[in-house]
């Protein structure tokens, strides 16, 4: 959580809740991974189409894509996804109000054995890990 530190991880995972990108290419080790969940993303969106070119030793994902259970779509022109997939986040959700649980709510710093029984519940639910996701969600 300190962005000083970005710098020397080799993997990243980004989730931050910012109104504009504020990581450079240059905040990365070389051959970092990074995971970019934030919608608006973490990284400057100019620099986004760029990072092939100025830093190729990065290995860059954008956010993650699920597939629906029992060959469900969800058919909108917004949303730039193939037949049976949900942006993982909507997977979370739906994967949530499916349970009988109450009050449930992740907000603030991210906390593993969350993220660890959101899987679980997906992955009851029937939802299963899809491609990466290649545009934004914006």
């Known amino acids: ?11 990243v995972m ?3 809740s910012a109104s504009n990108g ?4 240059e905040s990365f080790k070389k051959n970092a991974v990074i995971v970019d969940i934030a919608v608006p993303l973490s990284i400057k969106p100019e620099l986004i189409e760029a990072i092939d070119e100025k ?10 894509v699920a597939q629906m ?21 909507m997977a979370e959700t739906f994967s949530v109000g499916l349970t009988d649980q109450k009050n449930f709510l992740n907000v603030g710093d991210l906390d593993k054995s969350i993220v660890l029984g ?4 997906a992955e009851s639910a029937g939802f299963l890990l899809g491609r ?7």
């Open 55 to 64: 830093r190729p030793d990065l290995t860059y994902h954008l956010g993650g």
């Open 22 to 25: 504020f990581l450079s290419l």
């Open 14 to 16: 980004c989730g931050a």
């Open 69 to 89: 259970p029992q060959d469900q779509s969800i058919d909108f022109f917004i949303l730039p996804l193939a037949q049976n997939e949900c942006y993982a986040c």
């Open 118 to 121: 959101v899987e679980k519940l």
């Open 1 to 11: 959580s300190d962005i000083n530190k970005v710098i020397e991880a080799e993997i």
């Open 132 to 138: 990466n996701k290649d545009k934004s969600s914006l």
